[in-house]
């Protein structure tokens, strides 16, 4: 899959921009704060819909401005596709796909794939468990809307549960209303999530091998809060008991205390654990055998080949990785960010398209 045109309006610090891409390389350049990652937030976001920055999309009008569109089309192994999103900055924003009104956000997914990896990514490994579950999450809803669903469901019903709890008093009927439908959901998303990191693992390990020359077994495991079981069924019930005896807990701290908002992954390098005992090297080798295991694990589930979004990411990697990563990503689109041209860079991809970004525009140039 490649993303042919595309064209912004009022985007972050764009005004108008249209352009085509290379079906392969496109390489981003420019100094800082010129709109770089601004480019690749309007990429992503016809995606899933959302920024891989910020949850508030009124962020993402350009200051002087009251509305944002960005316009896509896509060549995808069966059909074309084209996804046009408007953003207001005082209403919801509106999605197209192929033409037609998208009126929720899981019929936008499972069209467009894209992977994002910037130097954030490459902290994955060692920082909290919320960044690990985000990544499991944006993963998911792009591939699954059953789980978008599950998960959207779920987040309210928390929120909800949670603000019940702080009330003075507790009716345990209406709590419980709130319990099955959390159990419902939360079962649904524990299931997902195992074998989400069950095929995660099995693909990374493998891509791992390879990039340590062997040196490195990576085993990446899902660390749930609550005990995985064998279906769904199963899975509520293990979650009702668990909620019901966290009640005192709940009731002390005022929170749900229970559950897969709880959950975490780990990153274990020949039996040690990489969070507290990998070297800087070694987390960040784990988080680009993650990065690529995703797309794998995206071309094994849909056919399709996963774009990827390389924000600042190369410098970051040494030669030996930079070089793994684009002997690996042949038959991708790949955009990548940086400020500054290298020549290996520029010989490894001599078909590239070049965009050079100064201040909002851009300009086309020759190497
Ligand atoms: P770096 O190399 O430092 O990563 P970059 O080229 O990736 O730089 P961007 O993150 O794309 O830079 O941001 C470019 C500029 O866009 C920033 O100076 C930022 O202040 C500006 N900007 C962000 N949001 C908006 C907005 N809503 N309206 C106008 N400008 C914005
Ligand atoms: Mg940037």
Known sequence: ??????????????????????????????????????????????????????????????????????????????????????????????????????????????????????????????????????FIDRELCQMKPSYYESLHNYKKILLQRNAYLKEETIDQRILDLWDMQLVKYGARIIQMRKIFIEKINSISRVIHNSITNEKEQLKITYCPNIPVLDNVNEQENIFYDEIKNAYGNDMKQRTTTRGPHKDDISFIVNEINMRNFGSQGQQRTCALSLKLAELYLIKEETGEDAILLLDDVMSELDIERQEYLIKTLKDNQLFITTTDLDKKLLDAFPEAKILYIENGTIKEKNR
């Open 1 to 134: 899959m490649y993303i042919k045109k595309i064209e912004i309006k009022n985007f972050r610090n764009y005004h108008f921009l249209k352009t085509a891409f290379h079906k392969n390389v496109n390489l981003i350049l420019g100094n800082n704060a010129q709109g770089k990652t601004n480019l690749l937030e309007g990429i992503y976001i016809t995606s899933i819909g959302r920024s891989f920055r910020t949850n508030k999309d009124s962020d993402l009008v350009h200051f002087d401005e009251d509305f944002a569109k960005i316009s896509i089309s896509a060549e995808k192994e069966i059909y074309d596709t084209s996804v046009e999103i408007i953003i207001k900055k005082d209403s919801k924003k509106s999605i197209k796909k192929d033409g037609v009104v998208v009126k929720r956000t899981s019929d936008l997914l499972d069209n467009i794939f894209i992977v994002v990896f910037s130097p954030e990514d490459l902290k994955i490994v060692k920082d909290e468990p919320e960044k690990r579950r985000k």
